[in-house]
């Protein structure tokens, strides 16, 4: 079981995660989900942040949305979970299917779209009021669902998030108490308990050493065989690191929408552009 | 600088070892230890602390300040000893300014010109309310014993020694009880429409309430009054905490907003992407994560009500036996019963005032002490390292 947490797990994943997923996870976990946005278009009022936006995010990989900053990239990861709207003057067109269903249609309730996609923000914040154990399962209280076995689903959670083996023996401590990266791992976990389909990060190492971030990338690439995972960063080396496939948004020139310029498998757009302007994005020419 | 000397030693012990690394084994000296130069116990000094000329300076400040204002006294036979205090401060302040002018410069003197000031008005604030609270205790400890605080005055003659304030300790208590329970979840569903939900009403409720936090408590005492103890029900405890309600109302509200501000907006991000509607949002993270703010604001609440004299004058009327039913009859409380005695004629009376301030200031005390307890409990019980 400590194969989870050690860091070779990322040198030799296949074995190890194999291992896992028999012993730990429960058989009835969902199978993979996929979304697929098309012409997705934001607004903030009346300014356009972003412009028909398309892209398919497949089962069982990780999507790296890149880019420089103020490109639309977390408003466009934003629109995937129904949290752009909670800006009050946000305004979007162009669809959003979560498995064949639109999720901004009256087949699904916000809460609902909310629950099967989860987020894991930027900065960690864990609930300052309850302890570790209590915030792994706040998500299943606050979206009114229940468990008979609290225990196994918070040591599955934080097991998975590879946090399980620094705070087994205090479960009942503060969430604050922990480190700024334990604390996002323990994000992770209150974001998995409550068995979403797809898993949204914005920048999720942004705050954190380079330590944690090893571990979360690990705990990422652990993770993505079971659900699928949308991520914004910043960091050029993680995107290679963590994604099959990466988009890349830009916004042309001061005043206009943000847009995707290319899209593919990561080792593509790395690698072998199709887009001058990726090139010098990725290569360090600009941005 | 020990943490800094003590690498930088071993360093030079590595160095040795990898130069006799390369001799023959036989040759090799055994390396000596590096000697240990003694490290000298290093004198802290704050570098924020009054130097010795800065002493000085203060003493002299303080030393003309009440010469000159005792010298102004005496000449000009001023015998209030305010008069002497406002000089002695004043000339005390101008001095400060002046030395450290002369001996420094005009920008380091309007700098410690402006700190004295600062330091002088907190000064000033503690030593009114020390004064004020001092005052309260000499002039009722005297009359503070287990008689006094057990019996009420139902049997006391105007010149008879006895008696005592348990009617009134029950009533505020009572009286208190009622307008929390009233208000304070009132106020604090209004503080959560203001900065939770926001409704379209906000602005015009957030007007509303802070119209309200100015009104007069009379005019609270008149309303209840008028459309509640007229309308043949008579005065009762539950009619003052109604009153008492409405000027609590403004003041939990608003400290509960300004509290509900402090919480991080991603906190309700999380529990929204957790698939949380927003009613849940706010009772299982909001509210906990404020819970010792929303005290404060409640503790500032009963503070506002718990010294109020008029709106229960009108409403509870007072009285000198115990009242133990809020519901029905006249009932006295602390300040009411403090004004009622103090307007007697008689010295006896008087001093029951005096006792009975007292007790409402400890009783305060006593309610304050233990809302921070139970505040602080829960957030231990939930782990909370702060």
């Known amino acids: ?287 | 600088m020990r943490l800094f000397a003590e690498p930088r030693l071993q360093l030079e012990v590595d160095v040795d070892m990898s130069l006799l690394d390369e001799r023959p084994l036989d040759e090799t000296p055994v390396p000596e230890a590096p000697e240990q130069e003694p490290i000298e116990e290093q004198v802290p000094f704050r570098p924020r602390a009054l130097v010795r000329s800065e002493r000085v300076e203060l003493l002299l400040a303080v030393a003309s300040g009440v010469t000159g204002s005792a010298v102004m006294c005496l000449l000009f036979d001023w015998t209030q000893p305010l008069t002497f205090a406002i000089w002695a401060l004043l000339l005390f302040l101008g001095s400060t300014y002046l030395l450290a002018r002369d001996s420094q410069s005009p920008i380091v003197a309007t700098d410690r010109l402006i700190t004295t000031l600062v330091w002088t008005s907190g000064g000033i604030a503690v030593s009114v309310l020390l004064w004020m609270l001092g005052y309260v205790v000499v002039k009722g400890i005297a009359g503070l014993n287990f008689e006094y605080l057990t019996s009420d005055l139902s049997k006391v003659g105007p010149l008879d020694d006895g008696g005592g304030v348990f009617h009134a300790i029950v009533g505020t208590l009572e009286q208190m009880l009622i307008a929390s329970v009233l208000s304070i979840p009132i106020a604090i569903l209004t503080a959560v429409y203001l900065h939770e939900i926001r409704g379209r009403l906000a602005g015009i409720v957030r007007f509303v309430i802070d119209a309200m936090s100015g009104l007069p408590s009379i005019v609270a005492g008149l309303f209840i009054y008028t459309v509640w103890v007229l309308q043949g029900r008579g005065p009762s405890g539950l009619a003052a905490g109604l009153a008492l309600a409405i000027l609590m109302i403004p003041t939990v509200t608003r400290t509960a907003e300004e509290m509900l501000k402090t919480i991080d907006d991603g906190l309700r991000e999380s529990a929204l992407a957790l698939g949380a509607p927003q009613w849940r949002s706010v009772m299982q993270v909001v509210l906990p994560t404020a819970r010792s703010g929303l005290i404060t604001a409640s503790i500032l609440g009963v503070a506002r009500a718990v010294g109020e004299t008029a709106p229960v004058l009108l409403t509870a009327f007072g009285s000198s036996s115990i009242n133990w039913s809020p519901f029905n009859g006249p009932q006295a409380d602390l300040p009411l019963y403090i004004y009622q005695l103090l307007r007697q004629p008689n010295p006896a009376q008087i001093a029951r005032a005096w006792s009975g301030a007292l007790v409402l200031v400890l009783l305060v005390l006593i309610l304050f002490v233990l809302a921070r307890v139970i505040g602080e409990r829960g957030a231990r019980v939930r782990g909370g390292s702060r």
Request: aromatic share 4%.
């Open chain 1, 1 to 287: 079981m400590t194969t989870v947490q050690s860091p070779q797990t990322a040198e030799t994943p296949a074995a190890n995660r194999q291992v896992v997923s028999s012993e730990i996870l429960p058989e009835e976990l969902h199978p993979s989900s996929r979304i697929d946005a098309t012409d997705v278009t934001c607004w903030f009022g009346k300014r356009k942040v972003l412009e028909r936006c398309t892209l398919s995010m497949e089962p069982g990989e990780v999507t790296a949305l890149i880019g420089p900053s103020g490109c639309g990239k977390s408003t466009f990861l934003r629109s995937l979970n129904r949290m752009h709207e909670l800006v009050p003057v946000a305004a979007i067109a162009g669809t959003i299917e979560l498995d064949g269903v639109d999720i901004y249609s009256e087949e699904m309730s916000p809460t609902e779209v909310r629950s099967r996609i989860g987020m894991v923000f930027q900065k960690p914040n864990p609930f300052p009021a309850m302890s570790i154990a209590d915030n792994v399962l706040a998500g299943l209280s606050l979206s009114g669902m229940s468990n008979e076995d609290p225990k196994a689903l918070v040591e599955q959670c934080l097991r998975r998030a590879g946090l399980w083996a620094e705070v087994s023996d205090r479960l009942n401590e503060g969430g604050m108490s922990l480190s700024g990266g334990q604390q996002q791992r323990l994000c992770i976990a209150r974001a998995l308990a409550v068995h979403p389909d797809v898993l949204l990060m914005d920048e999720p190492c942004s705050a954190l050493d380079p330590i944690s971030t090893r571990v979360i990338e690990q705990t990422i690439r652990e993770l993505c065989e079971e659900i699928t995972i949308v991520i914004v960063t910043h960091n050029m080396q993680q995107a290679q690191r963590v994604s099959d496939k990466c988009a890349f948004f830009l916004v042309e020139s001061i005043g206009d929408p943000g847009r995707i310029v290319e899209a593919g498998p990561t080792t593509q757009v790395f690698e072998n552009p199709s887009d001058p302007r990726t090139y010098d994005y990725v290569t360090g020419q600009f941005g």
